[in-house]
């Protein structure tokens, strides 16, 4: 199941709006802590906490949209 399936899943066209802003936000949450974790320790380590970052992220927005789906009628 990706995120991608709640913009066209059931008719829900509301969603694609939702989907849109969650992928932003991740990705500058996942640069966000590359830039940061790179300057204040090792290239190694930013690879690691931008891995878990990104992660826990999409867990989330895939949590968030699912119960934003159901709030426009899904």
Known sequence: M???LFAFSGGQSRMVA???IAA???IGLGVLV???TWRLRSPA???KWTAIA???GWLA???AE????FRLGG
């Open 2 to 4: 990706t995120t991608f």
């Open 18 to 20: 939702v989907v849109n």
């Open 24 to 26: 932003l936000a991740l």
């Open 34 to 36: 590359a830039v940061v």
């Open 45 to 47: 380590s930013a690879i």
């Open 54 to 56: 990104t992660g826990a």
């Open 61 to 63: 927005a895939v949590i």
């Open 66 to 69: 699912w119960l934003i789906s």
